[in-house]
């Protein structure tokens, strides 16, 4: 047998062999390397895609299914407490603290929220007044613990939902979760009677805006606490209104149905993850040529 390395050239077949295998001694040892290194920053990479992954599925969302109209969380709680807006004068721009009725146990700083009387599109019980925002800018709460432990729950009487009712919930600055309306849209088209969620159902305002669905919605942080949430109507399609906006530690979940949470990774995770195989990539391609050179 005979080697072949081009047009007029032709080598035995022992020789190339031996060729090839001190290639492979001077080439594998700076391949190794160079490959530890590449296999490294895609583990790193990949590792900052499973952080990011994580922080969003430790987020469980559910609504409460048991039966149409409830406004209030079947969960359980070690701490907890309301904000129903009652005592708020309604307008624009409204900043104010709240200590959700935990004698200061748990605080929370509203920034440039809205407050409307009840109508068809808010308002828990029909009575009183709820939390709104047009805007895609929205408003946000700020929330602390007297014992400084923290706050891994939150929950809200949203009604009126629309594709637009994103709510974000952060940590020391960083965002941990988007909430997509859509996926709970989805969980109620999903129910045996899903119409009979739509439209506001206290007596006052029966049967006007069929249109949306009203909803009490939880959201259950699994394995941390989070210090901001921010409301924001995006895209702008309507009004974002809430009320009963509930805070607090949970015990247990209550029995409200499941919402599968759909996600998209942040863009510096996606260029994490593309960087991070890109490395490995390139490093199984060089183990290969440093192979058959």
Known sequence: ???????????????????MAATQRIARPETKRGSAAAVLFGAISLA?????????????????????????????????????????????????????GTGGLITGSYSNVQINNKDQYGGAGGVGKYAVTFTTTGYSLDLATQDGLGVNYFGYWLSALDRGNQVTFYSRGEKLFTFNPSD??????????????????????????????????????????FDRIVFAENP?????????????????????????????????????????FAMVGMANRRKIRAITA
């Open 184 to 225: 709970v849209l989805a969980a109620v088209a999903a129910k045996p009677n899903p119409s009979a969620y739509y439209g506001n159902p206290n007596p006052q305002f029966a049967g006007r805006n069929t249109g949306e669905p009203y909803l009490f919605v939880n959201f259950f942080h699994d394995r941390g606490t």
């Open 48 to 100: 900052s895609l499973s952080t990011a992954a994580n922080a969003a599925i430790a987020f469980n969302v559910r609504f409460e299914s048991e039966r149409p109209g409830m406004q209030n969380t079947t969960a359980t709680f070690s701490l907890t407490g309301v904000e129903t807006f009652e005592s708020r004068s309604t307008g624009t721009g409204k900043n104010f603290t709240s200590d959700f």
């Open 236 to 276: 702008r399609g309507g009004g974002y209104e809430s009320d009963n906006h509930t805070v607090g530690r949970f015990l247990t979940k209550g029995t409200g149905s499941n919402v599968v949470v759909t996600g998209v990774p942040e863009p510096t995770v996606w260029a994490s993850l593309i960087a991070g």
């Open 1 to 19: 047998m005979v080697g072949t390395m081009g047009p007029g050239w032709r080598i035995p077949y022992r020789t190339l062999l031996t060729a």
